[in-house]
């Protein structure tokens, strides 16, 4: 079985520490494209409902917004992770090279409360302001995130990340994306995004579905066979271990 032995985990983390987004490990994912016109996005925002309760267990994923510039190497992000037992948001960057991860205060969350989720382009600072919101309580997770080398942001995503066997995803199948808004320049470039479905890896038949330039769902089956199925926990939580991320860190070591 791949990734059962330390040389077979250490070429996956060396193969990660050289590579770029889309990351393996994404499954379903919409990717956006800004007219040539525009230097950057200035502004994103999207709100969704925490999804039901999964069965618990070693299990970590999470949907999630974000935008990369155009080497896709700077990823900024709204995320909202299933740990196992529990939903979580905060917000989260992730630097390919030289490798470098920042994650805001985490807070939990119940199915079916809302989160918002906004990244805002600071001008003073050259620098992004990421929030994410419950907000039916009014917490926020924040922090700001210089660019860097001067690199302007212009790829949006919505994502579904994190690979494991479909009975360990939520049952309710679907997560939507509403409330879609962008600035490009300062100016509301929503309706001119040209957004694509795509997905990286082709399990438990995740797919994106884009309704309207406000609105993009992610669906799934939790009946569906998966080619991770014969994967221990212990090799799933290797193989997903991607990003390397301190939350993730935490679970791994519990």
Request: charged share 25%; glycine share 6%; aromatic share 14%.
């Amino acid at each position: 079985m791949l990734f059962a032995t330390g040389a077979c985990l250490l070429a996956l983390l060396a193969t990660h520490a050289t590579a770029q987004d889309p990351a393996e490990g994404w499954m379903a994912y919409a990717v956006g494209a800004i007219p040539e016109k525009y230097e950057r996005i200035t502004y994103i925002t999207m709100s969704w409902k925490v999804g039901a309760e999964a069965k618990p267990g070693f299990a970590f994923y999470s949907p999630w917004f974000g935008m990369d510039p155009a080497d896709n190497l700077n990823l900024v992000q709204p995320v909202n992770p299933w740990g196992g037992d529990s939903w979580s948001m905060y917000t989260e960057y992730f630097q390919w090279s030289p490798e470098h991860n920042s994650n805001s205060d985490p807070y939990n969350v119940k199915s079916g409360q809302t989160l918002k989720g906004a990244i805002e382009y600071l001008k003073d600072q050259d620098a992004y302001n990421l929030t994410q919101t419950i907000v039916e309580t009014g917490e926020m997770s924040q922090q700001i995130v210089k660019c860097q080398d001067g690199k302007k942001f212009t790829i949006p995503y919505v994502v579904y990340e994190k690979v494991w066997s479909c009975r360990h995803y939520p049952p309710d199948e679907e997560v939507t994306f509403t409330d879609i808004s962008i600035l490009c320049d300062g100016e509301d470039c929503t309706k001119d995004v040209d957004w694509q479905a795509k997905f990286k890896d082709d399990n438990c038949n995740f797919r994106a579905h884009i309704d309207s330039p406000e609105k993009i769902r992610i669906t799934w089956s939790t009946d569906s066979a998966s080619k991770y199925d014969g994967y221990t926990d212990e090799e799933l939580l290797a193989l997903n271990n991607a990003k390397k991320t301190p939350y993730f860190k935490a679970h791994l070591v519990n």
